[in-house]
C-alpha cells in the first residue's frame, strides 16, 4: 500500500512539472528585430528568439505591451502617448551606473540599420564621442519593453538611447540650460525624432530636471564603449578600472605672484551640479583620482529643490581657465567658470 501511494504521488508530480513546463512555453517573435521602439524585418538567418527571462525588479511594475503594434522599419503605438510612470517614483537615491568594461552586445550592433527611411550606420568605437543637441525622454509606454540590446527598457534606471553609438556605451548628459550631469548606459536604439541626440530614461530625465520640459539643451561625452579601455574616468566605484596616470595629469605648480596686486576678478569653477549628495562626492572623489584634487561640495536652494555643487576655490582667471582645460580633458564634466563673488 504504502509502495502504491509513492507511486501516485510522484506521477502527480511529474504530471504537475508537465504542466508548469507547457504553461512556461517561450512566445516566438520570428522575423521582426526590435530596433529600440521600432522594429524591422530582417533575414530568416538572423531571426532570434527574444529573451525569455522577466524584467528585473523595477520601481513599478512593468506594463503590458502589444507586439501586434510594431511596424517593420517604423515606430512602435505611434497612435499611443508615453508618460510618466502611474505612480510617483523618487529616484534621488537610485545610483548612476558605474563605467566598467563590458564586451559590445550580441544584439543592436548591426552595421546599419534602416528606420522610417533613414539609414543609420552604427560607430565602430565609443572614443572621443562629444555632442550637443536636444535629448528627449521615454517612459512608461516602453516600461518593461526590450531594447535593441534584448535588455528590459527599465524606467527608473539611468540608461539611454542613442542612434549610433556601439551598445552598450556610457555617456555622461550634461544640462547645459542649469549644469546637472548624469552618467547613463546606452542600451537601446533612438530617438528617431528629427533634430534629438539622445533619449534617456526617465529616472535620467527627472536627474536632469527635464522631466516637464520634456526635451533639454544637453551635452554628451562617451566614457566607455564595449570593449574598451577607459576613455574618461566615471564615478567613483568599486568595478572602476585604473585611473590614469597622475604623472601626465600633474598639476604645474603655481606661477611666482607678480609685485603689484592683480585687479582682475577672481573665478570659480564649477565641475558639476548634482541633486544628490552622494554623486557629487563621487565626482570630488573620481576628480582626485584623476589628479585633481581640492574640488569641494557648495550647497545651495534653486527652485525649492536642494542642489549640491562641484567647484574649485577662487583663483586667478588664467589658472582657472588652466583647470577646466585639465578637468575637460579627463572627460569627467564639462566645468564652468564664473566670476567669484567679491
Request: with cysteine; hydrophobic share 40%; proline share 11%.
Amino acid at each position: 500500500m504504502l509502495r502504491a501511494r509513492a507511486a501516485a504521488g510522484a506521477a502527480a508530480a511529474l504530471a504537475l512539472l508537465l504542466l508548469a513546463g507547457c504553461a512556461s512555453t517561450p512566445h516566438r517573435v520570428g522575423g521582426v528585430e526590435r530596433i529600440g521602439s521600432h522594429a524591422h524585418r530582417v533575414p530568416d538567418a538572423e531571426r532570434t528568439r527574444l529573451d525569455d527571462l522577466p524584467p528585473p525588479p523595477s520601481c513599478v511594475p512593468p506594463r503590458e505591451h502589444d507586439e501586434s503594434l510594431y511596424t517593420a522599419g517604423g515606430l512602435y503605438a505611434p497612435g499611443v502617448a508615453d508618460s510618466a510612470p502611474p505612480v510617483p517614483v523618487d529616484v534621488s537615491n537610485i545610483p548612476e551606473p558605474v563605467p566598467r568594461r563590458e564586451p559590445r552586445a550580441r544584439y543592436g550592433n548591426r552595421e546599419t540599420y534602416t528606420v522610417l527611411g533613414r539609414t543609420y550606420r552604427v560607430m565602430d568605437s565609443a572614443e572621443g564621442y562629444v555632442e550637443r543637441g536636444i535629448a528627449s525622454w521615454y517612459g512608461y509606454k516602453f516600461h518593461g519593453r526590450h531594447t535593441s540590446s534584448r535588455e528590459h527598457y527599465d524606467m527608473c534606471a539611468f540608461s539611454a538611447a542613442h542612434t549610433t553609438l556601439p551598445l552598450p556605451s556610457y555617456v555622461r548628459v550634461t544640462n547645459l540650460d542649469n549644469g546637472l550631469s548624469v552618467v547613463v548606459r546606452v542600451n537601446d536604439r533612438g530617438p528617431f525624432h528629427p533634430g534629438r541626440i539622445i533619449d534617456l530614461s526617465y529616472a535620467a530625465a527627472t536627474r536632469l530636471d527635464m522631466k516637464q520640459a520634456g526635451t533639454a539643451r544637453v551635452e554628451v561625452r562617451a566614457l566607455m564603449g564595449p570593449d574598451d579601455r577607459w576613455l574618461a574616468e566615471g564615478p567613483a566605484g568599486p568595478s572602476r578600472p585604473r585611473p590614469p596616470d597622475p604623472a601626465q595629469m600633474e598639476v604645474p605648480p603655481p606661477s611666482p605672484p607678480a609685485a603689484p596686486p592683480s585687479t582682475a576678478p577672481q573665478q570659480v569653477v564649477q565641475v558639476g551640479s548634482f541633486g544628490d549628495r552622494l554623486n557629487a562626492e563621487r565626482l570630488v572623489r573620481a576628480l582626485a583620482d584623476a589628479g585633481l584634487p581640492g574640488a569641494a561640495l557648495d550647497h545651495a536652494i534653486v527652485d525649492e529643490r536642494s542642489v549640491w555643487r562641484v567647484r574649485f576655490p577662487a583663483q586667478a582667471g588664467h589658472a582657472a581657465a588652466a583647470l577646466a582645460e585639465r578637468i575637460l580633458a579627463t572627460g569627467l564634466a564639462t566645468p564652468r567658470r564664473f566670476a567669484a563673488d567679491p
